[in-house]
């Protein structure tokens, strides 16, 4: 893209890049800070700082320290790679939400990432930031498998690599979990009050789960700094959602060139935004009902609603639409069969939830609906796809054992359940390999394997690993359900699998 370079040239010949001192120079009609940056100190330290957080709750202290809310800023850290940090510590922290529709895009450029640190290069320097009292609310987007438990039971992985490598390193820690535990050890020392944890990341009962795991792992270190903890530091749980695929090489090109300047990771979403988050902030929180956040006493219903509904029903699309041949979700959508299969597996969830008497699910689905078939979006499959052994639990099984203790069928999460056990057999309809991620991806394939892609074997094979499946895989419902709807799947292929379970 050679032209759109010349296009974005300063003057020497030079590219003008996003960065305060550039802010001046964008179109007038893109939304900026209008806060003097300059001004602002940190109180949020976030870990996982990747494009989810960056599109939702960064954008939320936005509009925040826009209000004047200054001492809520917020420092990134990146666990692992050093890309997030050096891509935007040229542009002082700021990047660009571009917000797609069918309607058009609509940028606005974010101030509130101050800095980002990278934890591998210098994890004291984040432990100590950690230990500041400045820092009043560390959140986290890590991902579920970034929590080194076990998916079905909520319990810390004893045996996790790092893990074992933090108990081993307490001052040079890799994992979430590690940092948490050691900030935290250095604050209760200090005789500082501990900040708040707050897990923006999509397991059931995120606060209450990452709550269980820290004092599980800080038992292992010390019983009075476990026991500390538990009565000191709050854990509220939140249900987050917006969607936001991975940013593209074409995105940052067309963005930079509607900023007129080269915006090296910019962020791509929906207009949608919903965050509900349990009030529960002994150290203190920015006035986030300003901007829009729902602050409630019990996030359960809400956190299951979506995870059952939303991510549920993405999952199966994003396997059985990926088996189908479909790049994306809108494609997948454009399909009415597997539209139909989508709003399918939200309603069978329905009868397994206890909303409040307001809620209107029917209208929410639909709105779901919607949501995925936007066509500005360009939510690969592939990428829903990934980490399944960590995400069926949460969207699709816990649905299914209710529906089990209820009495009812569960033959359209088995179809879900198949499509996930015929993608991580690492082959697709066409006998082409799929990259498959995950962190059980090797020992999933090594079980297909050894089964043989015959369904009646496959679908026990991999029902038996119980860090996913725990009772329910020995349960002779599940198994026929499965095997059933694997059956389907490998004698018809997923896009007539879907169509026959529709008009069956
Ligand atoms: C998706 C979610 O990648 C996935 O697994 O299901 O990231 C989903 O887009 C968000 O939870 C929407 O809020």
């Known amino acids: 893209s050679d032209a ?18 550039s802010l001046d120079r964008l179109p007038g009609q893109i939304r900026r800070p209008r806060y003097d940056r300059s001004l602002i100190s940190p109180g949020i330290v976030h870990l996982g700082i990747g494009a989810f957080h960056r599109a939702h709750q960064a954008v939320v202290i936005d509009d925040l320290l826009a209000g004047g809310a200054m001492d809520w800023g917020i420092v990134g850290a990146s666990l692992r790679s050093p890309e997030t940090r050096d891509a935007l510590a040229p542009q002082d922290g700021l990047y660009t939400l ?4 069918g309607a058009g895009t609509d940028h606005r450029v974010i101030g509130s990432v101050l800095a980002i ?16 009292p400045a820092t009043r609310i560390v959140s986290l987007t890590v991902t579920e498998k970034g929590y080194c438990h076990t998916p079905q039971t909520g319990d810390l992985d004893e045996r996790h690599p790092e893990i074992i490598h933090d108990l081993q390193n307490p001052g040079t820690p890799r994992s979430a979990i590690g940092f948490l535990v050691a900030a935290l050890a250095r604050r209760r020392i200090a005789g500082t009050a501990p900040f708040t944890v707050l897990s923006c990341d999509n397991l059931s009962a995120n606060g209450h789960t990452v709550g269980r795991i820290v004092t599980q792992f800080a038992a292992l270190r010390s019983r009075n700094l476990a026991k500390w903890i538990e009565a000191e530091v709050a854990f509220p749980s939140t249900m987050v959602d917006r969607i936001v695929p991975e940013t593209t090489e074409a995105d940052r090109t067309v963005i930079s060139s509607a900023l007129g300047m080269i915006d090296a990771w910019p962020v791509v979403t929906e207009p949608f935004t919903q965050w509900i988050v349990e009030d529960r902030f002994p150290a203190g929180r920015p006035d986030f009902a300003a901007a829009g956040v729902q602050m409630v006493s019990d996030v359960t219903p809400f956190e299951h609603m979506k995870l059952r509904l939303l991510n549920a029903s993405h999952s199966g699309l994003a396997y ?9 979700i809108a494609a997948t959508m454009t399909d009415e069969h597997f539209a139909a299969f989508a709003r399918q597996v939200m309603q069978d969830a329905v009868p397994t939830l206890a909303m409040p008497e307001e809620t209107d699910l029917a209208a929410y689905s639909s709105s779901l609906l919607q949501r995925f078939s936007n066509p500005a979006l360009h939510h690969r ?50 006998g082409r390999a799929i990259d498959v991620r995950d962190p059980l991806a090797a020992k999933l394939k090594a079980l297909a394997e050894r089964a043989g892609p015959a369904p009646e074997r496959l679908a026990p094979a991999l029902l038996e690993v119980d860090s996913i499946f725990g009772a329910l895989g020995a349960d002779p419902r599940m198994h026929s359900a499965v095997t059933e709807a694997l059956t389907k799947l490998y004698a018809l292929g997923a896009r007539r699998a879907v169509q026959t379970f529709q008009t069956a």
């Open 320 to 328: 059985l639409g990926y088996l189908a041949g479909f790049e994306t």
């Open 117 to 132: 640190d990278v934890a591998t290069e210098k994890p004291g320097q984040l432990i100590a930031r950690l230990a500041d």
């Open 381 to 430: 499959t592939w990428q829903i796809a990934m980490d399944g052994s960590q995400k069926l639990p949460q969207r699709l099984l816990a649905t299914m054992q209710d529906r089990l203790r209820l009495g009812l069928p569960i033959n359209t999460h088995a179809l879900a359940v198949a499509g996930w056990m015929r993608y991580v057999t690492g082959t697709d309809e066409q």
């Open 98 to 101: 571009a917000v797609r529709s």
């Open 4 to 21: 759109a370079k010349s296009e974005l040239s300063g003057p020497n010949g030079g590219s003008f890049r996003l960065s305060n001192a």
